[in-house]
């Protein structure tokens, strides 16, 4: 569990700090989220964010942070249907039974929501897209495997950003 | 929506002048020209007539993604546009390759290109937000440096935004002006942004939430791992102690800070250099901004980079692509190769003496190259060494230009840029115009051809005459053709570099940069001028050029010529087809066909046009001291026009060429013009 101001959260996705590598901006986080979820590539699909510094290009990876007291999962009219906790404690999407109200989106506690809405004029296709983590690929996480610079981590044991730190 | 071929389904026709926007569908192109430069190219066949200039409304910019683009194959991120080049000289259709993240985002947005024309009464942004386009006024942004520009769009539209914006250079018609989108990716070869400027447009911004549907995802990530062998490791921001190479090296006081980046949307590289907390040419803030290749002359140019054969000639166990050299990660040299040590053999640049370095004042002219919206290149290989080299020469004592002309001097530097971008003084208006048409107007004996004596060949320990504008031909500098002071290329390399720039209509270097395998090196390096095999190997890069282009993919993971399906491979997998790479070489045929039609219909081209256009540049010697004859080189021509079928007195394609490859009817029409061989 790590702690934020008052907040605690489950295993996550890191970002490194450039010392240890700098995101190349190439989205293959993004890309890779949605092909292996949703198989497409589309901007309303993904499930984990690059924030892009457009002057400075140095770019910021948004990720669900899996907040412990999850609001997300409160917020669902379709509470254990549509939103689901898993063995795990991971808070996951059971798409089929989602009704895109779009109200876990808005109960985010992050600005912008880690939680992503496509959007249809096709009320069934409104769905909701959160990270879950690649709970169901024993492999985990695709936007970890895939990303060329490894700037990419799950929490909750040492990152490999901090295997130096280890033995001080 | 469709999601034929890898696409979404339509292109915007975009009129400024009247405000009207419609669509075509994509598949009216799709099935016979497959993506990027091909469609354009059969666009602008179809509705470009002879006589448009580059600023007139009628020049039409037409931009297309490829089947891969927005797919996660990765460099499909490439775009394309092409239209009537204001930097060409003469005024010629062009295309230009971006990369970025505006290409993905308008097949979000549910386009796979657009097309531009007329122009717009003020100044104009165009906005695309799914599937609607509308025209905005730019009152707030006209003025406006590049960075500001993309800034002010995403506090209008959201962050998640989109843009490709143009500079101040651009607004005032800059001949060598570039169009900018993320990551400091530009269409810089062309002076497109001009064309922007001419139809008062200052930016098209794209939003969209659609999605793109690749057919193959399981090859799909097989590319992934396996185009040009990502590192797949950390890459962290290093602490550089020195900057440049081969003379140019300066210690840089208490280091600068080097972390890579990539360019489009999905790539698997980041080949671009990201030097970070520069001095800007603008404001006492620091900044950050990318190096590719030219950049590193801006910093300091006493030699030109050394050379090393494998650079062009390759074999199955030595060679590596282009996207390795800025993030440093190209393969050791197998040794195990027999011919390792001649391809390794380091072949240095001439000592040129254009400036020293100077990290500070290099980073303020990228800088105002990044932010004026101006092809780097024209800047750093031509304005700059031309005024060092004249004033060396004492060209300059009759002309005021307001501030003694030293290119070492930061300050005058920033006072050039800002005289040819907004066209001031006497010289201003001149210069606006790029480099060859100022020599012209200057007076090309005295301002092109005189000598500059500071040249000296380190590989033949003398000196050697350099002319003192680096023109090559069709309005661009020399880029890396191996004449010595631009890559030390062997004479074999540079007539391969010679043939693709002469059928072409700009600075060929970034996207036909000549591959062959060392083997057939050693077959026509004794006798080039006669080699069919080089004149094949030429044939064979510029349809790789084409294909790239046309899928789309990056001309720095492109051509990998030991997996020559690569790019139909990755057409496969996007847009579920069965090509080989042998039916993509075809493809790339008719796109080079109705791209030869193109010059022939509307811009008179012909044989003796072409080969007078390139020849001047080849009797420069090169650093072994060796130039071209006229006989030879037209020996050369000859067996270059038979492969590709064309008459040996136009240049014209034939008949039976243009049928061959579907086309009979642009033959048709080139006929009755009086256009085909007779």
Same mark, same amino acid.
């Given at each position: 569990?790590?702690? @934020?101001?008052? &907040?605690?959260?489950?295993?996550? #996705?890191?970002?490194?700090?450039? +010392?240890?590598?700098?995101?190349? !901006?190439?989205?293959?986080?993004?890309?890779?989220?949605?092909?292996?979820?949703?198989?497409?590539?589309?901007?309303?699909?993904?499930?984990?964010?690059?924030?892009?510094?457009?002057?400075?290009?140095?770019?910021?990876?948004?990720?669900?942070?899996?907040?412990?007291?999850?609001?997300?999962?409160?917020?669902?009219?379709?509470?254990? @249907?549509?939103? &689901?906790?898993?063995?795990?404690? #991971?808070?996951?999407?059971?798409? +089929?039974?989602?009704?895109?109200? !779009?109200?876990?989106?808005?109960?985010?506690?992050?600005?912008?929501?880690?939680?992503?809405?496509?959007?249809?004029?096709?009320?069934?296709?409104?769905?909701?897209?959160?990270?879950?983590?690649?709970?169901?690929?024993?492999?985990?996480?695709?936007?970890?495997?895939?990303?060329?610079?490894?700037?990419?981590?799950?929490?909750?044991?040492?990152?490999?950003?901090?295997?130096?730190?280890?033995?001080? | 929506?469709?999601?034929?071929?890898?696409?979404?389904?339509?292109?915007?026709?975009?009129?400024?002048?009247?405000?009207?926007?419609?669509?075509?569908?994509?598949?009216?192109?799709?099935?016979?020209?497959?993506?990027?430069?091909?469609?354009?190219?059969?666009?602008?066949?179809?509705?470009?007539?002879?006589?448009?200039?580059?600023?007139?409304?009628?020049?039409?910019?037409?931009?297309?993604?490829?089947?891969?683009?927005?797919?996660?194959?990765?460099?499909?991120?490439?775009?394309?546009?092409?239209?009537?080049?204001?930097?060409?000289?003469?005024?010629?259709?062009?295309?230009?390759?971006?990369?970025?993240?505006?290409?993905?985002?308008?097949?979000?947005?549910?386009?796979?290109?657009?097309?531009?024309?007329?122009?717009?009464?003020?100044?104009?942004?165009?906005?695309?937000?799914?599937?609607?386009?509308?025209?905005?006024?730019?009152?707030?942004?006209?003025?406006?440096?590049?960075?500001?520009?993309?800034?002010?769009?995403?506090?209008?539209?959201?962050?998640?935004?989109?843009?490709?914006?143009?500079?101040?250079?651009?607004?005032?018609?800059?001949?060598?002006?570039?169009?900018?989108?993320?990551?400091?990716?530009?269409?810089?070869?062309?002076?497109?942004?001009?064309?922007?400027?001419?139809?008062?447009?200052?930016?098209?911004?794209?939003?969209?939430?659609?999605?793109?549907?690749?057919?193959?995802?399981?090859?799909?990530?097989?590319?992934?791992?396996?185009?040009?062998?990502?590192?797949?490791?950390?890459?962290?921001?290093?602490?550089?102690?020195?900057?440049?190479?081969?003379?140019?090296?300066?210690?840089?006081?208490?280091?600068?800070?080097?972390?890579?980046?990539?360019?489009?949307?999905?790539?698997?590289?980041?080949?671009?250099?990201?030097?970070?907390?520069?001095?800007?040419?603008?404001?006492?803030?620091?900044?950050?901004?990318?190096?590719?290749?030219?950049?590193?002359?801006?910093?300091?140019?006493?030699?030109?980079?050394?050379?090393?054969?494998?650079?062009?000639?390759?074999?199955?166990?030595?060679?590596?692509?282009?996207?390795?050299?800025?993030?440093?990660?190209?393969?050791?040299?197998?040794?195990?190769?027999?011919?390792?040590?001649?391809?390794?053999?380091?072949?240095?640049?001439?000592?040129?003496?254009?400036?020293?370095?100077?990290?500070?004042?290099?980073?303020?002219?990228?800088?105002?190259?990044?932010?004026?919206?101006?092809?780097?290149?024209?800047?750093?290989?031509?304005?700059?060494?031309?005024?060092?080299?004249?004033?060396?020469?004492?060209?300059?004592?009759?002309?005021?230009?307001?501030?003694?002309?030293?290119?070492?001097?930061?300050?005058?530097?920033?006072?050039?840029?800002?005289?040819?971008?907004?066209?001031?003084?006497?010289?201003?208006?001149?210069?606006?115009?790029?480099?060859?048409?100022?020599?012209?107007?200057?007076?090309?004996?005295?301002?092109?051809?005189?000598?500059?004596?500071?040249?000296?060949?380190?590989?033949?320990?003398?000196?050697?005459?350099?002319?003192?504008?680096?023109?090559?031909?069709?309005?661009?500098?020399?880029?890396?053709?191996?004449?010595?002071?631009?890559?030390?290329?062997?004479?074999?390399?540079?007539?391969?570099?010679?043939?693709?720039?002469?059928?072409?209509?700009?600075?060929?270097?970034?996207?036909?940069?000549?591959?062959?395998?060392?083997?057939?090196?050693?077959?026509?390096?004794?006798?080039?001028?006669?080699?069919?095999?080089?004149?094949?190997?030429?044939?064979?890069?510029?349809?790789?050029?084409?294909?790239?282009?046309?899928?789309?993919?990056?001309?720095?993971?492109?051509?990998?010529?030991?997996?020559?399906?690569?790019?139909?491979?990755?057409?496969?997998?996007?847009?579920?087809?069965?090509?080989?790479?042998?039916?993509?070489?075809?493809?790339?045929?008719?796109?080079?066909?109705?791209?030869?039609?193109?010059?022939?219909?509307?811009?008179?081209?012909?044989?003796?046009?072409?080969?007078?256009?390139?020849?001047?540049?080849?009797?420069?010697?090169?650093?072994?001291?060796?130039?071209?004859?006229?006989?030879?080189?037209?020996?050369?021509?000859?067996?270059?026009?038979?492969?590709?079928?064309?008459?040996?007195?136009?240049?014209?394609?034939?008949?039976?060429?243009?049928?061959?490859?579907?086309?009979?009817?642009?033959?048709?029409?080139?006929?009755?013009?009086?256009?085909?061989?007779?």
């Amino acid at each position: 569990m790590e702690k @934020e101001e008052g &907040r605690t959260f489950g295993r996550h #996705i890191a970002q490194s700090p450039m +010392e240890y590598s700098l995101c190349a !901006g190439c989205t293959t986080c993004e890309i890779v989220c949605t092909l292996t979820h949703d198989g497409l590539v589309s901007p309303s699909y993904n499930r984990i964010f690059v924030d892009r510094g457009t002057r400075s290009m140095i770019h910021t990876i948004l990720s669900c942070q899996h907040c412990s007291d999850h609001p997300c999962y409160n917020a669902c009219p379709k509470k254990d @249907e549509a939103m &689901r906790i898993d063995e795990n404690g #991971i808070v996951y999407v059971d798409e +089929e039974n989602c009704i895109g109200c !779009g109200l876990c989106a808005k109960a985010c506690v992050f600005e912008p929501s880690r939680i992503n809405m496509v959007k249809s004029p096709d009320r069934k296709k409104r769905k909701a897209k959160k990270c879950d983590m690649c709970r169901n690929d024993p492999e985990g996480p695709a936007c970890v495997r895939w990303c060329p610079v490894k700037c990419l981590a799950v929490t909750g044991g040492t990152l490999p950003w901090e295997e130096d730190k280890k033995d001080e | 929506m469709s999601n034929t071929y890898g696409y979404v389904g339509k292109i915007a026709r975009i009129n400024l002048t009247t405000g009207e926007i419609t669509t075509i569908p994509t598949e009216k192109y799709a099935a016979d020209y497959i993506g990027g430069r091909e469609i354009c190219n059969r666009i602008f066949w179809e509705n470009a007539k002879p006589g448009t200039g580059a600023f007139d409304p009628e020049n039409m910019l037409i931009y297309m993604t490829g089947p891969t683009t927005a797919t996660g194959i990765p460099t499909g991120g490439r775009s394309v546009f092409t239209g009537i080049s204001p930097a060409s000289y003469p005024e010629q259709y062009v295309w230009s390759g971006i990369g970025g993240w505006l290409g993905a985002e308008l097949k979000f947005a549910g386009f796979d290109g657009f097309i531009i024309e007329g122009r717009a009464e003020k100044p104009t942004y165009i906005y695309i937000e799914d599937g609607d386009i509308q025209l905005l006024p730019a009152d707030g942004l006209w003025g406006l440096l590049v960075h500001p520009t993309q800034k002010k769009l995403e506090e209008i539209h959201g962050r998640k935004v989109k843009s490709m914006v143009i500079g101040p250079a651009g607004e005032n018609l800059m001949r060598n002006a570039s169009i900018t989108t993320s990551n400091d990716s530009v269409a810089a070869k062309g002076g497109f942004g001009a064309v922007f400027g001419s139809k008062n447009l200052k930016a098209v911004s794209v939003l969209g939430t659609g999605a793109v549907y690749p057919v193959d995802i399981k090859k799909l990530f097989e590319l992934r791992l396996k185009m040009a062998n990502p590192a797949m490791r950390p890459s962290p921001v290093k602490l550089e102690p020195t900057h440049g190479m081969d003379g140019n090296e300066i210690p840089v006081e208490g280091g600068w800070l080097r972390g890579q980046v990539a360019c489009s949307h999905g790539c698997n590289q980041h080949c671009n250099r990201l030097m970070m907390n520069m001095k800007s040419a603008f404001s006492d803030e620091r900044i950050n901004q990318v190096e590719k290749c030219v950049g590193i002359f801006a910093y300091g140019y006493k030699e030109d980079c050394s050379w090393s054969p494998i650079q062009n000639f390759e074999t199955s166990k030595n060679h590596f692509l282009p996207c390795k050299m800025l993030s440093m990660e190209s393969p050791e040299p197998d040794f195990s190769d027999p011919y390792a040590p001649e391809l390794f053999k380091q072949v240095r640049g001439d000592i040129v003496d254009f400036w020293k370095p100077d990290f500070d004042k290099g980073s303020v002219m990228m800088d105002m190259c990044n932010e004026y919206g101006i092809d780097k290149w024209d800047v750093i290989v031509w304005f700059m060494t031309w005024l060092s080299m004249c004033k060396k020469e004492g060209l300059l004592e009759d002309m005021d230009f307001g501030m003694e002309v030293d290119v070492e001097n930061e300050e005058f530097v920033k006072y050039f840029l800002d005289m040819i971008t907004y066209r001031r003084g006497k010289y201003g208006p001149i210069f606006a115009e790029g480099m060859a048409r100022a020599v012209r107007t200057l007076g090309k004996e005295k301002y092109g051809d005189s000598i500059y004596h500071g040249r000296y060949s380190q590989m033949i320990g003398q000196r050697l005459d350099l002319p003192v504008s680096l023109e090559a031909a069709w309005g661009h500098s020399f880029h890396w053709q191996g004449r010595g002071f631009e890559g030390s290329i062997y004479k074999a390399g540079w007539l391969a570099h010679t043939l693709e720039l002469m059928t072409s209509t700009r600075d060929i270097m970034t996207v036909a940069h000549f591959h062959d395998d060392y083997s057939n090196y050693l077959e026509y390096k004794d006798d080039p001028y006669h080699s069919k095999k080089l004149v094949e190997s030429v044939i064979f890069n510029i349809l790789k050029a084409e294909t790239k282009d046309t899928v789309t993919c990056c001309e720095w993971q492109s051509p990998d010529i030991y997996w020559k399906d690569m790019e139909a491979e990755m057409l496969n997998a996007a847009a579920g087809t069965d090509l080989t790479g042998d039916d993509l070489e075809h493809q790339a045929m008719r796109s080079f066909l109705m791209f030869r039609a193109i010059l022939i219909r509307n811009f008179g081209r012909t044989r003796k046009m072409e080969v007078e256009a390139v020849f001047p540049a080849i009797t420069i010697p090169d650093t072994f001291g060796e130039v071209a004859t006229w006989e030879e080189f037209n020996d050369l021509v000859d067996i270059y026009y038979d492969a590709l079928g064309w008459d040996r007195e136009t240049g014209w394609p034939t008949r039976e060429v243009y049928e061959k490859y579907g086309l009979s009817d642009i033959a048709d029409e080139l006929e009755a013009l009086g256009k085909l061989p007779n």
